[in-house]
């Protein structure tokens, strides 16, 4: 309650962020305070901050300050002064160790999760091109741990603002999700302000390589048996996660390019860099001196990846896209990407046979999804009715394939925005309604891997997804039985059984 006295006490600030208003929400008693910090010790004293004092220090420092109610000086100057020892007039262009410390904390923060998947009270994040933390709490009434803020709650009961346009058939059971949110993330077209907030999170380290492994399995759930997550962990083959880049994707939209995988692959990221200003070409070098790796929807992700995989006594390794090599490719293993094209171009070298396609419209500043073979009350084009961050609707895929040429298995968790890639992984975590989808579009069980695609449509309101529905699925060539299937065939039997 003392921290609640001290912001009554400080002096109002207009406007109050998000940010401060969801902290000050959620940690409102003394024994939430202790739990907080109970976790912050645990966090900082794990496996994934060891070795590394001063992102420790800068994460205690950042919740600390966020407890007493001190988000004015949660800024870069002030906490290079305060913690880092710096002179007040010191260069934060030419000194960057704020920024650098942030960036590697996302990353710790990211692998902590990886490992120990969604287990304890609270989420700690540190959100891109901020230093206020944002703390979530577990939502114990939802099919599984998730994380929910104090203001996603009040929202998700709200009415939708905007509908979709009534050509967009909806041919499954709608899925609301009124306590679980999917995760939020920036949008693949970033405003003004984006841009700045980007700068503000750069030059982090590159976390390539680091496994997510399984540890005592005596409390572990059972394995699921819903595709795909038999197919990608229950057999002899590695499992990679692949991070998004949400730094390249800002790239493409500065440079007004749409990058090619080749290009990607061989490191070449600015496309045409006499054709931008100077200004423009020094802000791109910035941006690219390191991955946003731990950009959400990404970490929540992982973390139910992790938590999966573990139930199966996997180990999960997980790396960004820029550090990812077509070399990898070429084995056995199996693979997720997260991401579509934009902002992971490792998408596009294994998603050429799918249906659902993303298509990118330099008009609109987005991409799109194109439906290549479409079947019976099904639209050619998917077009979003917003961006990331706005109120509407978009499109996302959940596509299991196989690597070309390889004998593993991929899956691909990919949206129209950072919102949908977001709902994409927040669907294919829950089990019920994977298995429901699965049987209505024709797989009634996870002996024979099948390969499919599911196209879903999420609406949001002020970035924050809300409502999610499947649109189609589609069975690929190989397998049990080699025809393409729309979902409505199938609704009729997965109802009359109880899926």
């Given at each position: 309650?003392?921290?609640?006295?001290?912001?009554?006490?400080?002096?109002?600030?207009?406007?109050?962020?998000?940010?401060?208003?969801?902290?000050?929400?959620?940690?409102?008693?003394?024994?939430?305070?202790?739990?907080?910090?109970?976790l912050?010790?645990?966090?900082?004293?794990?496996?994934?901050?060891?070795?590394s004092?001063?992102?420790a220090?800068?994460?205690e420092?950042?919740?600390?300050?966020?407890?007493?109610?001190?988000?004015?000086?949660?800024?870069?100057?002030l906490?290079?002064?305060?913690?880092?020892?710096?002179?007040?007039?010191?260069?934060?262009?030419?000194?960057?160790?704020?920024?650098?410390?942030?960036?590697?904390?996302?990353?710790?923060?990211?692998?902590?999760?990886?490992?120990?998947?969604?287990?304890?009270?609270?989420?700690?994040?540190?959100?891109?091109?901020?230093?206020?933390?944002?703390?979530?709490?577990?939502?114990?009434?939802?099919?599984g741990?998730?994380?929910?803020?104090?203001?996603?709650?009040?929202?998700?009961h709200?009415?939708?603002?905007?509908?979709p346009?009534?050509?967009?058939?909806?041919?499954?059971?709608?899925?609301?999700?009124?306590?679980?949110?999917?995760?939020?993330?920036?949008?693949?077209?970033?405003?003004?302000?984006?841009?700045?907030?980007?700068?503000?999170?750069?030059?982090?380290?590159?976390?390539?390589?680091?496994?997510?492994?399984?540890?005592?399995?005596?409390?572990?759930?059972?394995?699921?048996?819903?595709?795909?997550?038999?197919?990608?962990?229950?057999?002899?083959?590695?499992?990679?996660?692949?991070?998004?880049?949400?730094?390249?994707?800002?790239?493409?939209?500065?440079?007004?390019?749409?990058?090619?995988?080749?290009?990607?692959?061989?490191?070449?990221?600015?496309?045409?860099?006499?054709?931008?200003?100077?200004?423009?070409?020094?802000?791109c070098?910035?941006?690219?001196?390191?991955d946003?790796?731990?950009?959400?929807?990404?970490?929540?992700?992982?973390?139910?990846?992790?938590?999966?995989?573990?139930?199966?006594?996997?180990?999960?390794?997980?790396?960004?896209?820029?550090?990812?090599?077509?070399?990898?490719?070429?084995?056995?293993?199996?693979?997720?990407?997260l991401?579509?094209?934009?902002?992971?171009?490792?998408?596009?070298?294994?998603a050429?046979?799918?249906?659902?396609?993303?298509?990118?419209?330099?008009?609109?500043?987005?991409?799109?999804?194109r439906?290549?073979?479409?079947?019976?009350?099904?639209?050619?084009?998917?077009?979003?009715?917003?961006?990331?961050?706005?109120?509407?609707?978009?499109?996302?895929?959940?596509?299991?394939?196989?690597?070309?040429?390889?004998?593993?298995?991929?899956?691909?968790?990919a949206g129209?925005?950072?919102?949908?890639?977001?709902?994409?992984?927040?669907?294919v975590?829950?089990?019920?309604r994977?298995?429901?989808?699965?049987?209505?579009?024709?797989?009634?069980?996870?002996?024979?891997?099948?390969?499919?695609?599911?196209?879903?449509?999420?609406?949001?309101?002020?970035?924050?997804?809300?409502?999610?529905?499947?649109?189609?699925?589609?069975?690929?060539?190989?397998?049990?039985?080699?025809?393409?299937?729309?979902?409505?065939t199938?609704?009729?039997?997965?109802?009359?059984?109880?899926?």
């Amino acid at each position: 309650m003392e921290r609640v006295q001290r912001l009554k006490q400080t002096p109002s600030r207009t406007p109050v962020s998000a940010g401060e208003d969801a902290f000050s929400r959620i940690i409102g008693t003394p024994e939430a305070v202790a739990a907080l910090r109970k976790l912050l010790g645990e966090i900082t004293g794990g496996p994934a901050f060891k070795g590394s004092q001063r992102s420790a220090q800068f994460l205690e420092f950042v919740i600390e300050q966020s407890i007493a109610g001190n988000f004015d000086q949660l800024k870069e100057r002030l906490i290079g002064i305060r913690l880092f020892k710096r002179e007040p007039s010191y260069d934060t262009g030419d000194d960057a160790i704020v920024r650098v410390t942030a960036s590697d904390v996302r990353k710790r923060l990211l692998q902590h999760y990886g490992w120990f998947g969604t287990e304890s009270s609270f989420r700690i994040e540190l959100p891109l091109g901020s230093y206020i933390p944002r703390v979530s709490r577990s939502d114990a009434s939802s099919h599984g741990p998730s994380w929910v803020e104090p203001t996603q709650r009040m929202e998700a009961h709200a009415n939708l603002a905007t509908t979709p346009e009534e050509s967009t058939r909806v041919i499954s059971t709608e899925v609301v999700q009124p306590q679980t949110p999917a995760i939020t993330a920036p949008s693949h077209t970033p405003s003004p302000w984006l841009l700045v907030a980007f700068a503000a999170a750069l030059l982090g380290a590159v976390f390539c390589g680091w496994f997510v492994g399984a540890r005592n399995s005596a409390d572990r759930t059972a394995a699921p048996r819903v595709l795909p997550w038999p197919a990608l962990f229950d057999s002899s083959r590695s499992a990679h996660l692949i991070t998004s880049d949400a730094n390249i994707d800002t790239v493409e939209g500065i440079t007004h390019t749409n990058l090619s995988l080749s290009d990607y692959a061989n490191h070449k990221y600015i496309a045409q860099p006499n054709a931008l200003t100077p200004e423009q070409l020094k802000f791109c070098r910035v941006l690219l001196l390191a991955d946003s790796s731990a950009a959400t929807p990404d970490l929540p992700i992982t973390a139910k990846v992790a938590q999966i995989a573990q139930t199966f006594s996997k180990k999960l390794a997980v790396q960004t896209a820029r550090s990812f090599q077509l070399a990898f490719l070429s084995n056995n293993d199996n693979f997720i990407f997260l991401g579509s094209p934009r902002s992971n171009p490792w998408f596009s070298a294994v998603a050429s046979a799918l249906d659902f396609q993303f298509v990118f419209n330099p008009k609109m500043g987005s991409e799109f999804i194109r439906n290549a073979r479409p079947q019976k009350s099904e639209q050619v084009e998917y077009i979003p009715s917003a961006n990331g961050g706005g109120t509407g609707y978009s499109y996302a895929i959940i596509a299991f394939v196989q690597n070309p040429d390889q004998n593993g298995e991929v899956l691909l968790l990919a949206g129209a925005d950072g919102e949908a890639t977001g709902a994409a992984g927040e669907f294919v975590a829950d089990l019920p309604r994977m298995a429901a989808t699965l049987q209505a579009c024709g797989l009634k069980g996870a002996g024979t891997s099948r390969h499919f695609e599911i196209l879903l449509q999420t609406d949001t309101m002020a970035g924050v997804s809300r409502r999610t529905n499947v649109i189609a699925c589609h069975l690929l060539p190989g397998g049990a039985a080699a025809s393409t299937s729309n979902l409505a065939t199938h609704a009729a039997a997965a109802e009359s059984t109880g899926w």
